[in-house]
C-alpha cells in the first residue's frame, strides 16, 4: 500500500484544521494544537497550501482572503468560534474546559471572532513565509 493511500484511509476519521499559515496568531495555535492533541485526533493543513485551499474553496470561502479557521470531519464544517470551542474540547483537559465559553451566545461570540480574525496580521503580524512544524510533527500535517 503506497503512502498517499494509507493517508487517504487515515484521513476519513480524522479531524483536519486548515488555518492560516503566514499569521503570527493562527501558527501559534496550531502549534499549541500538536503539542496538546496527545489522541491525535487532528490533522492540519495551512490555507496556503494546496490541500488546504482545496477545502476552503469546497466550502465557498476565498483562500486568498478567509476570515476563518475551519474544522472539517467527515461532510461537517465548523468555522469561527464553533470551530475553536470544539478543538479545545477535543484537546482534553484542561483545554476541555473552553467548552463553557458556549453559554455565550454565539452571536455574540462570532463577531469579536471575526474581529480578530479580519485584523489579525495588523494585531500580531505575518509571516514572510508560512510556518513549518519541526519534524517530529510533519506527519500530522497534509
Known amino acids: 500500500m503506497s503512502e498517499n493511500s494509507e493517508q487517504s484511509i487515515s484521513l476519513d476519521d480524522q479531524k483536519i484544521v486548515v488555518f ?16 496538546y492533541d496527545r489522541r491525535r485526533h487532528f490533522m492540519l493543513a495551512a490555507m496556503q497550501g494546496n490541500y488546504g485551499s482545496a477545502l476552503y474553496r469546497k466550502h465557498d470561502i476565498d483562500p486568498t ?7 472539517v470531519y467527515k461532510d461537517k464544517l465548523l468555522r ?12 482534553g483537559w484542561p483545554w476541555k474546559l473552553a467548552i463553557v465559553a458556549r453559554i455565550i451566545p454565539k452571536f455574540l461570540r462570532d463577531p469579536i ?22 519534524p517530529e510533527y510533519r506527519d500530522r500535517m497534509l
Open 80 to 91: 469561527n468560534s464553533d470551530a475553536v470551542l470544539a478543538i479545545y474540547a477535543d484537546l
Open 20 to 35: 492560516d499559515a503566514e499569521c503570527i496568531l493562527c501558527s501559534a495555535n496550531a502549534q499549541f494544537i500538536l503539542k
Open 65 to 71: 482572503n478567509p476570515e476563518t479557521l475551519i474544522l
Open 113 to 134: 471572532y471575526l474581529f480578530v480574525a479580519r485584523n489579525r496580521y495588523r494585531i500580531f503580524g505575518k509571516r514572510d513565509s508560512c510556518w513549518l512544524p519541526t
